[in-house]
């Protein structure tokens, strides 16, 4: 993932960037970007599923390490 999109990633889903850095110590940054798309699919599919509007939910973006 281009440095500008891996350092976007924090700011708007902390879980999506924990999820990153995971996928990106087992492997390539290829395999890194599928899990994080994988994750937005199933996101998108949860809210289309539900028939209701996406509603972003506000978080704190402190994370337990």
């Given amino acids: 993932m281009r440095s500008l999109e891996r350092d976007a990633l924090p700011r708007y889903s902390p879980r999506l960037a924990l ?22 699919v199933a996101y998108l599919m949860a809210v289309d599923r539900g028939q209701r509007p ?8 402190s994370i337990a390490a």
Avoid: H, I, P
């Fill in 19 to 40: 999820l990153y850095d995971k996928e990106r110590q087992k492997g390539s940054a290829n395999r890194a970007t599928l899990a994080v798309a994988r994750k937005l």
């Fill in 54 to 61: 996406f509603e972003v939910v506000e978080a704190s973006y």
